[in-house]
């Protein structure tokens, strides 16, 4: 059964970390690129992250860039977004799925999806 399950959303304070897993089972991870996306609350979902098959130039949207960083570890099959300094506005679902591929504008071509993780950020 392919699956993906995204962990690590929790309750956190401005200038705080996360770090969000992707864990996926019943396909090999490395046959796709991975993005990471969000939505908000009366928003739509935005691909913010994308990693392809060779690691190579990942994605982020400017929102994230220089806070966000996504990796993968193709031998524990799992992806994982670090998110630094965050902020309010970060405050959303988070969701990993595996796509085709990345571009310059974010993930595409989306296979699988995970069940998404809550970010909350607040004081």
């Known amino acids: 059964q392919v699956q993906l399950v995204e962990s690590g959303g929790d309750l956190v304070q401005p200038g705080g970390s996360l770090r969000l897993s992707c864990a996926a089972s019943?396909?090999?991870?490395?046959?796709?690129?991975i993005g990471w996306f969000r939505q908000a609350p009366e928003k739509e979902r935005e691909g913010i992250s994308c990693?392809?098959?060779?690691?190579?130039?990942?994605y982020y949207v400017d929102s994230v860039k220089g806070r966000f960083t996504i990796s993968r570890d193709n031998a524990r099959n799992t992806v994982y977004l670090q998110m630094n300094n965050l902020k309010p506005e970060d405050t959303a679902v988070y969701y990993c799925?595996?796509?085709?591929?990345?571009?310059?504008?974010?993930?595409?071509?989306?296979?699988?999806w995970g069940q998404g993780t809550q970010v909350t950020v607040s004081s």
């Open positions: 799925a595996a796509v085709n591929f990345c571009t310059d504008y974010g993930p595409g071509g989306t296979r699988y």
């Open positions: 990693i392809g098959i060779g690691n190579s130039n990942p």
């Open positions: 019943g396909f090999p991870l490395d046959s796709y690129a």
